[in-house]
């Protein structure tokens, strides 16, 4: 599988602030994808980082809070806008892996503090 | 109907010992699955994929059973270093992977000396 690294690994921000997570695949990847874990909570995605093409969201997120930039097939960058504290989470990028037998494959994720 | 349900545990058991967890989905058109494993602050990694007729990988067997849409995840001779939570997750839309994934919320397993 390729190798795929996020930015920050963690960071503690002041509410109303925003923050760009970045996220790096080697090799080329047909989708990129976002979740979120909330202490004590499972993957809950985000949208999927569409390449070319704006992303597409999931109930409950949307472009105005949560935009993304996917502008080639190894990078995305997710920005978490006029944070609270309820932003408070892990947010981790995906990449699918086309080879194989549909596997995804995480980065290792953003630890986000909201004070 | 949640989409993907385990039983969250935790589940303690000794070295050596036999667990298996359960796992249910609503979509009874899903056509992959898979066990991935989430260590304490790290991401989920991906354990086995859950093929048709069931599959094997060293001391973890998973089986899949479509009519009653239940995975199941066993692991024999457990070890401390299995100590971890098993993230049930299932593909809902097909084989394709350009899908997003629908995560379980884990069933936590620790091992004790």
Known sequence: ?????????????????????????DSQVTMMFWYRQQPGQSLTLIATANQGSEATYESGFVIDKFPISRP?????????????????????????????????????GTRLTVL | RKEVEQDPGPFNVPEGATVAFNCTYS???????????????????????????????????????????YISLLIRDSKLSDSATYLCVVNPWGLS?????????????????
């Open chain 1, 1 to 25: 599988s390729a190798v795929i690294s996020q930015k920050p690994s963690r960071d503690i921000c002041q509410r109303g602030t925003s923050l760009t997570i970045q996220c790096q695949v």
């Open chain 1, 72 to 108: 080639n097939l190894t990078f995305s960058t997710l920005t978490v806008s006029n944070m609270s504290p309820e932003d408070s989470s892990i947010y981790l990028c995906s990449y699918y892996q086309a080879s194989s037998y549909n596997e995804q494959f995480f980065g290792p």
């Open chain 2, 27 to 69: 979509n009874s058109a899903s056509q992959s699955f898979f066990w991935y494993r989430q260590d304490c602050r790290k991401e989920p990694k991906l354990l086995m994929s859950v093929y048709s007729s069931g599959n094997e990988d060293g001391r973890f067997t998973a089986q899949l059973n479509r009519a009653s849409q």
């Open chain 2, 97 to 113: 992977g350009n899908t997003p994934l629908v995560f379980g919320k884990g069933t936590r397993l620790s091992v004790i000396a």
